[in-house]
C-alpha cells in the first residue's frame, strides 16, 4: 500500500510539474510496540525497496510518539531522518538552522568592520 501511493503520488507530480526536481521520503510510522515482531518485517521490505534515484522514492522509517517512549527514541529517529535524508551535509544543516534564528540571534557572534 505504502509503495502503490508513493508511486501514484509521485507520477502525479511529474505529470503536473515535469521540470520539478525532487525526491519523496516515503515513511512508515512504526510504533514502538512493533520494535519485536513487526520491524524485521518492515526491515525486509526496505531492503527490498534500497534507494534508487532513479524512482526517486526514499522509503524508511520512524518510531511514533507515544507516551511509553521515555527515552525519546521517536525524536531521535526523526533526526536521523533529518541528518541522513533531508541534510546530509553538515554544513548544509548548518546553513538551515541559521536561517530559522532571529536576527539579533544571528548577529550575536558579532561582525567586526
Known amino acids: 500500500m505504502l509503495e502503490a501511493e508513493s508511486l501514484r503520488f509521485r507520477d502525479a507530480i511529474e505529470q503536473k510539474y515535469p521540470a520539478l526536481p525532487f525526491t519523496l521520503i516515503a515513511m512508515i510510522a512504526e510504533p514502538l510496540s512493533f520494535q519485536q515482531q513487526v520491524t524485521p518485517i518492515i526491515d525486509d521490505f526496505l531492503r527490498d525497496k534500497a534507494n534508487n534515484p532513479a524512482r526517486k522514492i526514499i522509503f524508511d522509517r520512524v518510531l511514533a510518539a507515544s507516551p511509553e517512549d521515555t527515552r525519546k527514541l521517536s525524536s531521535k529517529s526523526w533526526g ?30 558579532g561582525y567586526s568592520k
Open 80 to 109: 536521523r531522518i533529518f541528518r541522513t535524508r533531508l541534510f546530509p551535509n553538515p554544513l548544509d544543516r548548518l546553513r538551515k538552522t541559521g536561517q530559522n534564528l532571529p536576527y539579533k540571534m544571528k548577529r550575536l557572534g
